[in-house]
């Protein structure tokens, strides 16, 4: 992997290729699927849980009305559903440990 800030998709997948020894093209269909099967659960209401990295899951935001400080009137907000991801405990832990000066 390069030493840049930023890791690509095709990198992951090159990366998973190289250490798996399948073929870049089935790592790719694979990777495609796995988000595809994440989005539609998370979709229908369910929560995904991948041990080690995280969970994804939605939350309901409730209607609510805000204050516009500019014009100081009323705002109504609708209930809205958000994407959520937790992550997972060790991973969290381990990125955590990480002194900032080793992250850049």
């Known amino acids: 992997m390069s030493n ?3 890791i690509s998709y095709e990198s992951i ?25 994440i ?4 979709l229908m ?3 995904v849980h991948i041990p080690g ?3 994804f899951f939605t ?18 907000e609708p209930e809205v559903t958000l994407p959520k991801f937790r992550y997972a405990r060790n ?3 381990s990125v955590m ?4 000066e080793r992250m850049i």
Do not use: W
Not at 13 to 31: F, L, Q, Y
Not at 39 to 42: C, K, L
Not at 97 to 100: A, D, F, L, R
């Open 13 to 37: 997948i090159s990366e998973i290729a190289h250490i798996s020894g399948i073929k870049k093209d089935t790592v790719r269909e694979v990777m495609s699927a796995s988000v595809d099967i």
């Open 53 to 55: 990295l995280g969970s």
């Open 4 to 6: 840049t800030n930023q």
């Open 39 to 42: 989005t539609t659960a998370v």
């Open 91 to 93: 991973f969290k832990k």
């Open 97 to 100: 440990s990480i002194k900032p």
């Open 59 to 76: 939350v309901i935001k409730k209607e609510r009305v805000s204050h516009n400080a500019c014009t100081r009137g009323l705002t109504y």
């Open 45 to 47: 209401g369910k929560k």
